[in-house]
T-cell receptor
Framework: AQSVSQHNHHVILSEAASLELGCNYSYGGTVNLFWYVQYPGQHLQLLLKYFSGDPLVKGIKGFEAEFIKSKFSFNLRKPSVQWSDTAEYFCAVNRYTGNQFYFGTGTSLTVIP | DTAVSQTPKYLVTQMGNDKSIKCEQNLGHDTMYWYKQDSKKFLKIMFSYNNKELIINETVPNRFSPKSPDKAHLNLHINSLELGDSAVYFC????????????FGPGTRLTVT
């Protein structure tokens, strides 16, 4: 079955620690890749996206993600997290031929001051 | 200006009642979606409409009926509400024919007592 996997369900970090959240997908064709963030009590907001070109994409708030096609992965990174990064993070995949988005199960990030 | 809006933001009702949630987008997008987010933050797509036509209808009880009077609106009607329907419901929209991201509404927190 086609799916998006986020292996880290709950991550707890201290401020200034580095972050890497894993995302793997199982679609064989061309895909578009996204990371969304959901702050407590809020709606999903786009952090960054990859369509084509440079596999290392930079998003808002110091986040970046790297698309590794051979590994079907699109991991999210941030070199130094802040307390305000505490949120739920969702990876999503949009198959090139359709408008359906497939979301991962989400990773809850808690940053301790 | 609000891009994707939903009303109401909170909805508390008793089992067996019928309720509706409204969604409107002013982005000129052709495709709109309804998602259900459960207490574990898992995001599940329910429906997708493209230019007022249903294109995605996941396994959802037929008590849930979407209605799209025009491409800027996608309402969700729920009959005979059950305790398990308690969740946050998100509306989203995206452009068609482009590899665009989805824009989410603020969510409607439905509590069935």
């Amino acid at each position: 079955a086609q799916s998006v996997s986020q292996h880290n369900h709950h991550v707890i970090l201290s401020e200034a620690a580095s972050l890497e959240l894993g995302c793997n997908y199982s679609y064989g064709g061309t895909v578009n890749l996204f990371w969304y963030v959901q702050y407590p009590g809020q709606h999903l907001q786009l952090l960054l996206k990859y369509f084509s070109g440079d596999p290392l994409v930079k998003g808002i708030k110091g986040f970046e993600a790297e698309f590794i096609k051979s590994k079907f992965s699109f991991n999210l990174r941030k070199p130094s997290v802040q307390w305000s990064d505490t949120a739920e993070y969702f990876c999503a995949v949009n198959r090139y031929t359709g408008n359906q988005f497939y979301f991962g199960t989400g990773t809850s990030l808690t940053v301790i001051p | 200006d609000t891009a994707v809006s939903q009303t109401p933001k909170y909805l508390v009702t008793q089992m067996g009642n019928d309720k509706s949630i409204k969604c409107e987008q002013n982005l000129g997008h052709d495709t709109m979606y309804w998602y259900k987010q459960d207490s574990k933050k898992f995001l599940k797509i329910m429906f997708s409409y493209n230019n007022k036509e249903l294109i995605i209808n996941e396994t959802v009880p037929n008590r849930f009926s979407p209605k799209s009077p025009d491409k800027a609106h996608l309402n969700l009607h729920i009959n005979s509400l059950e305790l398990g329907d308690s969740a946050v419901y998100f509306c989203a929209s995206s452009p068609t024919g482009e590899r665009g991201e989805q824009y989410f509404g603020p969510g409607t927190r439905l509590t069935v007592t």
